[in-house]
């Protein structure tokens, strides 16, 4: 895989965020973070809570800009683009939040959100939005008839299929899901977990896999970057780190999953790269 010619889909270089406060040194969120990604590939990113994985999540979104680095998209640089061409990369990088319900319009049917990264995106559809809504719908697991609904008519684990079918909609390359399964259920995760690995097959679409539960993390990931103070600790393949870590962060953090069963564990999520 790594040719000279090889360029991932993305790569993070030394990425820094500090945010200001006021009468105080400002205080450093992510510091000098570097990762790669390849393309139909899972990032899975894991750090306890406010290791800095929703702030590189959010530089890599272009929802927030880096204090320095750079993020490369197929090879260019998209940290400094604006207009058209930053509206261009936000319909190739979709996000999919932890919280459906508050980060859903509470007031807007499941048509108006689904369709919104379209309009956003200026995009005309082949026989309009509410069909493409209604295929988007059925294509993640909900009944097409509901898309005028609201939110709160559906449940945990059929709301963040809303937020599924509104990131595919503009068929995004890169897809970030921030804590996106960790509110719901573990049989319903599963459920979601399964979902998002047809769609990647399907899309080929590469994700960057934000969770603190590590258990979670082994089933969708194909490498992992493990976070700590807003830096990486430790990054490789998903079965080098979760078997044999290196680093005493990473080492804590894995004693304290509860162990699962591993054949139950591979029988359920069909482990592996694409192909394997
Ligand atoms: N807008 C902001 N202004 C000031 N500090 C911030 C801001 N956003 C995040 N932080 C701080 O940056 C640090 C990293 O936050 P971040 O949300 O990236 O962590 P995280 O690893 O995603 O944690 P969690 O799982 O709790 O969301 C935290 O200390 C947080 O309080």
């Not at 000279?4 to 820094?16: G, K």
């Not at 890169?174 to 319903?188: G, K, P, T, W």
């Not at 690995?197 to 082994?218: G, K, N, P, T």
């Not at 979760?242 to 080492?251: A, G, R, S, V």
Request: with cysteine; hydrophobic share 40%.
């Amino acid at each position: 895989m790594s040719t000279p010619a090889y360029t991932p889909l993305l790569r993070a270089r030394d990425l820094v965020k500090e945010f200001k406060q006021p009468g105080r040194k400002a205080f450093r969120a992510v510091d000098g973070i570097n990762f790669e990604l390849a393309q139909r590939e899972t990032l899975g990113i894991v750090g306890e809570s406010g290791s800095g994985k929703s702030t590189t999540a959010r530089i890599v979104a272009r929802l927030i800009d880096p204090t320095s680095g750079s993020v490369e998209f197929h090879g260019e640089d998209v940290t400094r683009r604006s207009g058209a061409a930053l509206r261009d990369f936000r319909g190739s990088v979709q996000v999919v939040f932890q919280d459906p319900y508050s980060s859903l319009n509470p007031r807007q049917t499941v048509e108006q959100i689904i369709s919104a990264p379209l309009r956003y995106q200026g995009r005309k559809a082949t026989g309009g939005y509410r069909k493409v809504v209604k295929e988007a719908m059925a294509r993640v697991g909900l009944d097409p008839d509901h898309s005028d609904r609201y939110p709160a008519q559906f449940s945990g684990g059929q709301a963040q299929r809303i937020g599924i079918a509104r990131a595919l909609v503009v068929r995004p390359k890169l897809v970030i899901c921030d804590e996106a399964v960790s509110a719901l259920d573990v049989s319903v995760q599963a459920q979601v977990l399964d979902l998002l690995r047809d769609l990647q097959r399907e899309h080929d679409l590469s994700y960057i896999f934000i969770a603190h539960d590590l258990a979670v993390v082994r089933q969708i990931a194909h490498t992992v970057a493990v976070i700590s103070g807003g830096r990486v600790v430790e990054q490789g393949p998903r079965d080098a780190i979760f078997d044999d870590p290196q680093h005493e962060y990473t080492k804590t953090l894995l004693s304290a999953v509860p162990r699962i069963n591993p054949a139950w564990d591979s029988v359920r999520t069909g482990l592996g790269r694409e192909g394997t």
